[in-house]
């Protein structure tokens, strides 16, 4: 993959149909994004799907503010949340229980739902879509969310490793927007020719190719315009500060109560997993000013 295509979100069009793409890699931000986490391997890389998932979401919207990709089940892991905001800041987590060697996504994610919420500045934009949970794939499960919730018809390919999380999308353009001169039929033909070639695509090339030579693969016999993109990076909204005064809000009974069992106060950020720990006097400074003792404070 070419280094410009490193931690990129890129938009591509149709040119003679009203259809349209997204396209995204996650390189350093991924690993970034899971430096302090620990998940067996299959709910690692569902995590990358999730947040390339909600990148790509993201990228379909105008909007300003967050996006926020729920899923909720009753399987091995019950909640998996990924976040993109904007300007293409992510964050991503999961809860796991079970098993460590299961691989099946539904074993995994279980009977739930998926539940997009856009937490926009503007009023107007705000939103909220919730589907059942369905699908064998966090593919088929994102392009199922499209369906009921956006009716939009989306096809999705998403994949990620140890290294790497991508994805791609196709869509058809929402109504009233591109309008061409095409009739309905050939614009679905068009798409599902399109998504039997997202199928067909390997985990692994679309994890190591770069956009364009990735379209090439896909979808080389249509032309197609491709735009520059955005930068994605891994940023969580954790801190020192933001940590002591949620601890600071327990109150200090509460506070001395854990000192004296585990001697000291450990908070980990359940987003990135960075870890907080205050100690006696971390403590001591914190109930006494009301103040963030962010010089003293260590990350394990």
Not at 59 to 70: A, E, I, R, S, V
Not at 79 to 101: H, I, K, N, W, Y
Not at 260 to 275: I, N, S, Y
Request: glycine share 8%; with cysteine.
């Amino acid at each position: 993959m070419a280094q410009h295509d490193f931690d990129r979100i890129r938009r591509f069009a149709f040119e003679r149909y009203p259809l349209r793409g997204h396209w995204v890699a996650l390189d350093f931000a991924w690993r970034e994004l899971r430096a302090h986490h620990v998940h067996p391997p299959a709910v690692r890389d569902l995590v990358g799907e999730a947040v390339a998932a909600a990148t790509l979401l993201a990228g379909t919207l105008k909007f300003d503010g967050t996006l926020t990709l729920q899923l909720q089940g009753d399987g091995l892991v019950p909640l998996l949340v990924a976040q993109c905001t904007s300007d293409f800041r992510v964050r991503g987590m999961a809860r796991f229980e079970g098993d460590p060697a299961v691989t099946d996504f539904r074993a995994l994610v279980g009977d739930g739902r998926v539940a997009v919420t856009v937490d926009a500045q503007e009023r107007a934009a705000r939103y909220q879509g919730i589907v059942p949970l369905e699908g064998a794939s966090f593919s088929e499960c994102f392009e199922h969310y499209f369906a009921g919730s956006e009716q939009i018809p989306t096809r999705v390919r998403l994949a990620a490793d140890a290294g790497r999380a991508a994805g791609l999308l196709v869509q058809r353009l929402p109504p009233g927007v591109g309008s061409r001169d095409v009739d309905t039929e050939t614009v679905d033909a068009l798409l599902a020719e399109t998504g039997a070639a997202l199928d067909a695509l390997e985990p692994q090339t679309l994890l190591s190719a770069g956009t364009e030579s990735l379209l090439r693969t896909v979808l080389g016999t249509y032309d197609l315009r491709l735009y520059e993109g955005h930068q994605v990076r891994f940023e969580c909204r954790c801190s020192p500060v933001r940590v002591a005064g949620m601890l600071k809000a327990l109150g200090a009974d509460e506070l001395h109560a854990i000192l004296a069992e585990e001697g000291a106060v450990t908070v980990t950020c359940e987003f990135c997993g960075r870890p907080y720990r205050f100690d006696a006097i971390d403590v001591a400074q914190l109930l006494a000013d009301g103040a963030s003792p962010s010089g003293s404070i260590r990350l394990n």
